[in-house]
């Protein structure tokens, strides 16, 4: 049972709450060893509460789940784990999380049960929003860097937020077209709400959304405002790095039919690995040294 309920947990998606480590580096407090260890274990919290929302979604698209090629090999839809078991599971986790949540402090707590309950809204009924299902993935990304922000008690930089909506909208329209194309005709059996998407409308949204992300990113790096504050023109030699990434991204979904898992793609792919270690890199040295 143990181990069935690793896997249903998902360890290599808990890669997505490593956004709550972007206000801690943009803050330049990454040689702080008390913020350090606040957003430690800010990013513990948001492993386990989204290891309880993990399981709560397998259990709510067990049904849809057995229709896909993939997901119907995962232990709840296969019937290899007790469902009333799955629920105990998750129950427990989620209320770890909140009382570590609590102890972190009371704006933290807030961004983290926010987090939760929308995700519960999600898998009860905004999953079958057209749009509203994909705005919804996007701001847990966004929840997560609010609330690395509100653990260490920085200030929350609308151009961080910007850039992390725009990014994370990109991911979750190419993971709505992976499952399109691989899916194809069982597309709208497994997930209801693929019967509202055509690949050419995603196609549109993804091409919006990337330009979005790269004009964005770019103005942040030349802003007045950030120049000043880290005291560097110097942000502006990463666009590159972005721009490589999206397009590589880009030839992943279309060219290599991959997109489905935006955490399996960043594990997986050693060019994009090598992008995102020499963008890391490049921002240390001139936020820093």
Not at 185 to 197: D, K, P, S, V, W
Request: charged share 15%; aromatic share 14%.
């Amino acid at each position: 049972m143990i181990r069935l309920i690793w896997i249903t947990i998902r360890p290599k998606q808990w890669i997505k709450n490593l956004f709550v480590f972007a206000p801690l580096f943009f803050a330049r407090k990454l040689f702080d060893p008390s913020s350090i260890l606040q957003t430690i274990a800010a990013f513990g919290v948001f492993c386990i509460m989204s290891s309880a929302v993990y399981i709560i979604n397998d259990l709510m698209d067990a049904k849809e789940d057995r229709e896909h090629p993939l997901k119907r090999l995962r232990p709840i839809p296969s019937g290899a784990l007790p469902v009333n078991f799955a629920w105990t599971a998750s129950v427990v986790l989620a209320v770890l999380a909140t009382a570590a949540a609590w102890a972190l402090g009371k704006g933290f707590f807030w961004s983290c049960a926010f987090y939760g309950g929308l995700n519960l809204a999600y898998s009860l009924r905004l999953k079958h929003v057209v749009l509203i299902d994909v705005f919804i993935i996007a701001a847990g990304f966004v929840l997560r860097v609010l609330a690395g922000a509100l653990v260490i008690k920085v200030e929350i930089s609308s151009w961080l937020v910007i850039c992390t909506i725009l990014l994370s909208l990109f991911l979750a329209l190419c993971k709505r077209r992976h499952e399109l194309v691989i899916l194809e005709n069982n597309a709208g059996h497994h997930r209801q709400i693929l019967r509202e998407y055509t690949p050419y409308f995603l196609d549109q949204l993804i091409s919006v959304v990337t330009a979005s992300t790269v004009v964005a990113y770019s103005l942040y790096t030349v802003s007045e405002d950030v120049t000043t504050k880290f005291g560097t023109q110097n942000l502006r030699l990463t666009i590159p790095f972005v721009l490589y990434g999206i397009f590589r991204y880009l030839y992943l979904v279309h060219r290599k039919d991959e997109g489905g898992s935006p955490t399996q793609v960043l594990l997986t792919d050693l060019p994009l690995i090598i992008n995102v270690v020499l963008w890391g890199i490049s921002i240390l040295f001139i936020l820093y040294f």
